[in-house]
């Protein structure tokens, strides 16, 4: 069963600070927004390690602080291959859980517009 984290019944997590996401609401939503451009894109819809590569090599790219940069490449390492985009299969995967209902969404500049002041003070 597909959650989808815009309707009525659906609550988006809620902001755990033990596990925070060091980057801004734009960084987030730049990142997510490609993750989903390459997973949309691949064969099938399904990832491979070479899209996972590409992701992470476009990350490391970015003017991101040594935190930041960890913890990309740590949620990148998360995406599961050979499935669908889901935010089952990336709960499944560990992924942090709002970055999993943002992407698992399939429109994560809307969830970010919808529910990023949860989770972002600034810069969102």
């Known amino acids: 069963m597909t959650v989808d984290p815009f309707s009525d019944g659906s609550v988006p997590p809620v902001w755990d600070a033990a596990h925070p ?4 609401g734009h960084h ?3 990142a997510l927004l490609r993750i ?7 064969d099938g819809g399904l ?3 070479a899209d996972v590569l590409l992701i992470k090599t476009e ?17 990148i390492d998360t995406l599961p291959l ?4 889901s935010i089952e299969s990336l709960a499944d995967a560990d992924m942090h859980p709002i970055l999993a209902h943002a992407l698992g969404s ?13 989770y972002w003070t600034k810069n969102v």
């Not at 996401?21 to 801004?24: A, L």
């Not at 050979?82 to 985009?85: A, D, K, M, R």
């Not at 399939?106 to 949860?118: K, L, M, N, Q």
């Open 36 to 42: 989903t451009e390459v997973w949309s894109g691949a």
């Open 47 to 49: 990832l491979t390690e």
């Open 82 to 85: 050979g499935v669908e985009l």
């Open 106 to 118: 399939s429109r994560p500049a809307d969830y970010i517009a919808s529910y990023g002041t949860r």
């Open 28 to 30: 987030t939503e730049k």
């Open 59 to 75: 990350v490391e790219k970015q003017p991101l602080d040594p935190a930041a940069l960890n913890f990309w490449e740590s949620q």
């Open 21 to 24: 996401i060091p980057t801004s």
